[in-house]
């Protein structure tokens, strides 16, 4: 089997960290390349409020790149390349996802994954709010314009296999056990999305039909915004008690419980629901990946995976090693992997919010 037997280092500095500017690595030839070009992995996206990372997948590029995490670097830091599971030997290469269109379901996730290192989902039962229309601020759901209430509960069918997630739902409008819906979609491809009508409880086979939630693998999106031609849009009504501790970490012993009809309750109390204040409240989906996680943490001193912010003195800061998180990358061409990290964020000084330069560092398995 093929090691991360190369390294690569990409430093980011002068015109490439002005606003809005594009910068592009291929970690095979350890070089800055145009993004224009189909031989980009990772792009450095420098927006006038903040610093994205892109793979050249999906809705990112043309490209068959894909991303693996992120993941605490104390377990990344034991792989030995990007096709195989360290500990059991199992092939892990359907857990890259391409980059996509998403939202709320991005921003605020549904699992868990890994919390038991046994490379599993766990779901955390949040209640989905899915408005039909989400340039109207009404949340009471009606005939002209139903508002849903989703949770995800599973994500495995009866044999164990993975890509199977078990949703159910209900009409806000009709809040009783006799009308939730509960279906098991196989979502197990990689490449294509399984759309679902909540009206109807149907799996409808073409995009351009009517539906209102789509899923492929682990992920899901709204048909709304970049992922639709529809008005669809989220928010997180409610999160059951005890899945996460004061710092948003998973409590273990609490996901690995089968907590599902406990949490039926936490769909049905729709008077509990947070809702949204205004129309612009509706999260509706737009481009995404993995290499973007939410962040976590309280103002302000928030935490966005690979790097912290304070909110004092406003400098971003690489996450140390006991702390620092990472991903594994898949190539461009979908025949080379790298671990990939960022090891320095700097600044000329203490009080200038601008920073210097960035640098990342890859280990790289190159193609057979």
């Known amino acids: 089997m093929a090691s991360f037997s190369q390294s690569a280092e990409w430093t980011i500095s002068g015109a490439s960290l002005n ?62 390349n990007g096709m195989q599971d360290p500990k059991t030997g199992s092939d892990i290469t359907h857990h890259y996802n391409e980059d996509n269109s998403g939202g709320i379901f991005d921003s605020h996730s549904w699992y868990a994954y890994n919390i038991a290192e046994n490379h599993k989902l766990y779901p955390n039962n949040r209640v989905y709010l899915i408005t039909t229309d989400h340039t109207d601020p009404a949340t009471a759901s009606s005939v002209q314009q139903p508002i849903y209430a989703m949770q995800i509960i599973n994500y495995y069918d009866e044999a164990g296999e993975s890509g199977h997630p078990t949703v159910r739902w209900i009409d806000t409008a009709m809040p009783r056990a006799d009308q939730v819906k509960t279906k098991t979609i196989n979502a197990t491809s990689n490449t294509e999305w399984t759309y679902l009508n909540l009206k109807t409880g149907n799996i409808v086979d073409d995009a351009t039909k009517q539906w209102q939630v789509a899923f492929r693998r682990n992920s899901v999106k709204l048909n709304g915004g970049a992922s639709g031609t529809g008005k669809v849009g989220g928010f997180v009504a409610n999160t059951p008690d005890g899945y996460y501790d004061d710092k948003d970490e998973p409590i273990k012993t609490k996901f690995m419980t089968d907590n599902k009809e406990q949490s039926l309750a936490n769909l049905l109390n729709v008077t509990d629901f947070d809702t949204p204040k205004s129309a612009g409240s509706w999260m509706v989906d737009s481009d995404s990946s993995d290499l973007n996680p939410g962040y976590t943490g309280t103002y302000p001193n928030l935490d966005f995976g690979w790097y912290t912010y304070n909110g004092m003195t406003h400098q971003l800061s690489a996450k140390p090693d006991d702390i620092a998180q990472g991903a594994l990358i898949r190539s461009n061409s979908g025949d080379s992997y790298a671990r990939m990290r960022l090891t320095q964020i700097n600044y000329p000084d203490a009080t200038t919010t601008k920073a210097t330069s960035w640098v990342f560092k890859f280990d790289v398995q190159p193609a057979k």
């Open 19 to 80: 606003p809005n500017v594009q910068t592009c690595f291929d970690f095979d030839s350890d070089s800055e390349v145009d993004c224009s070009s189909a031989t980009w992995d990772v792009k450095f996206d420098n927006q006038q409020r903040g610093v994205s990372l892109w793979s050249n997948s999906g809705s990112s590029g043309d490209g068959d790149g894909g991303v693996f995490g992120l993941m605490d670097w104390s377990e990344l830091s034991a792989y030995n």
